[in-house]
């Protein structure tokens, strides 16, 4: 059974940082393109970063500079580590783990940025 687990979630103030996990077990993710997305209230759920199987980070234009994605195949584990975050980074984030045909999801963990 594969399964996604984030943690690392929370509570933070803008301009703060937060480091989000994901630990994958029943898939080898070095084996995956693997990506974190969120979805704040009421709006799409949208690609953040995005780390191929071969360590080729890439993130999207409203993060860009402020949040990095990396892989620890060793630990079976992706990251986010995200930094000066901003109000508008308020939203549950998701990891994800795609080859081929198959796509898996984790249950998402909740990011608040607010003083």
């Known amino acids: 059974q594969v399964q996604l687990v984030e943690s690392g979630g929370g509570l933070v103030q803008p301009g703060g940082s937060l480091r989000l996990s994901c630990a994958a077990s029943?898939?080898?993710?070095?084996?995956?393109?693997m990506g974190w997305y969120r979805q704040a209230p009421e709006k799409q759920r949208e690609l953040v970063a995005v780390?191929?199987?071969?360590?080729?980070?890439n993130s999207a234009d409203s993060v860009k500079g402020r949040f990095t994605i990396f892989r620890d195949n060793a630990k079976n584990t992706v990251y986010l580590q995200m930094n000066s975050l901003k109000p508008e980074d308020t939203a549950v984030y998701y990891c994800?783990?795609?080859?081929?045909?198959?796509?898996?999801w984790g249950q998402g963990t909740q990011v608040t940025v607010s003083s």
């Open positions: 994800n783990a795609k080859r081929a045909k198959y796509d898996y």
């Open positions: 029943g898939i080898i993710s070095s084996f995956y393109a």
């Open positions: 780390i191929t199987s071969g360590g080729i980070g």
